[in-house]
């Protein structure tokens, strides 16, 4: 655990968050400020600040994290499609800095993103 991180502090229960899933490496729970009318949030139980400090090691993690995201959309009925981002350090526009995936749907998407 990293004792100044937002979402180390989740997990560790010392910040509410409603699980909807929890498994063995990771959790997600509802984004506070939801951009969608699904925008869950998946993040690994290990602090990772971000994408860009991902190594080999990590591609299990990284494999089971995209694997989540894509049940979670079945689970929550994203039939239609949806967006899975990973905004990563300054210019990826990134402000919690532990590795977590944003699980979009429930409306039309837009591209280029912002
Ligand atoms: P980032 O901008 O780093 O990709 O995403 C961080 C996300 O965390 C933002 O979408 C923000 O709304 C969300 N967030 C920040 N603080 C909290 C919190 O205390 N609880 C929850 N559930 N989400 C948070
Ligand atoms: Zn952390």
């Known amino acids: 655990m990293n004792t100044d991180c937002l979402f180390c502090k989740i997990l560790a229960g010392q910040i509410p968050a409603n699980r909807v899933y929890e498994d ?3 959790i997600a729970f509802p984004d506070i400020n939801p951009q969608a009318p699904t925008h869950l949030l998946i993040i690994p139980k290990e602090h990772l600040t971000s994408m860009a400090k991902a190594l080999a090691d990590h ?3 990284l494999g089971h994290l995209m694997g989540t995201a894509a049940d979670l959309a079945r689970s929550n009925k994203l039939d239609k499609g949806y967006r899975v ?3 990563t350090a300054e210019d990826g526009g990134q402000t919690v800095h532990h590795l977590h995936l944003h699980l979009l749907g429930g409306r039309q998407m837009k591209w280029p993103p912002g």
């Open 24 to 26: 063995e490496l990771c």
């Open 59 to 61: 591609e299990p993690l």
């Open 85 to 87: 981002v990973v905004n």
